[in-house]
């Protein structure tokens, strides 16, 4: 309950780098972490990790977590001490990345000037093989992540019961 106030508390905020009012449904988390095992093994890094709804499924995979809100990053913390948790904007923790990696993306992109820097280092990353796979969930139905030059892409998964709806996608 706390975390769901606090969480439609940052909405209010800053609803463009929320994104929505509560956070994700255990089955989005679910299908985020069924995605990401039918990937190639690789480090995985969170972006956006809020409360960590997400966190909770994929938290086996010893994900590095990455938020730029320091409360969130304050109750992440508590609640998984053994991960690397790091308080930043994801674009910086993008262009340090010097190993293979696979993304779950929980940033908001419609709307959101963040996209404008997120694609091309999407692009780079990928060209110079170190980004492995992205996994991202979105409330629209236009592909997120069109921009970027993946082989594969595939909107793997639709989840109803999350508010709102919400749809997996898989690139590779
Ligand atoms: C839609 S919420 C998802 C939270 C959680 N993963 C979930 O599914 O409930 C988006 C999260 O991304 C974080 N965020 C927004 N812009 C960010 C950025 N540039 N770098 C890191 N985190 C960011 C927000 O603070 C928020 O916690």
Redesign the pocket.
């Known amino acids: 309950m706390r975390k769901n106030i606090l ?1 439609l508390k ?1 909405y209010l905020k ?1 609803p463009q ?4 009012v509560i ?2 449904s255990e089955f ?2 679910k299908a985020i972490f069924k995605s990401v095992k039918e990937l190639d093994r690789t480090a995985v890094i ?10 909770q499924h994929i938290s086996s995979l010893n994900p590095v977590l ?4 320091k409360e ?1 990053c304050a109750l992440l913390r508590q609640n998984y001490p053994n991960l690397n948790i790091v308080n ?4 910086e923790q993008l262009k340090k990345i010097d190993k293979r990696v696979g993304l779950v993306v ?3 992109l419609i709307n ?1 000037p ?1 996209k404008l820097s997120f694609i091309p280092l999407l692009n780079d990353l990928y060209a110079r093989g170190l980004l492995t796979w992205c996994v991202i ?1 979105t409330y629209g139905l236009n592909d997120p992540l069109g921009q970027v030059n993946f082989e594969s892409k595939k909107r793997k998964r639709f989840v109803l019961q999350n508010i709102p709806p919400a749809h997996v996608w898989v690139y590779s």
């Open positions: 969480f940052k800053n780098s929320v994104g929505s956070p994700s989005l988390g969170e972006i956006g990790a809020g409360t960590g709804a997400i966190t990455v938020e730029i809100d969130f930043s904007c994801a674009l929980s940033i908001p959101n963040f969930f």
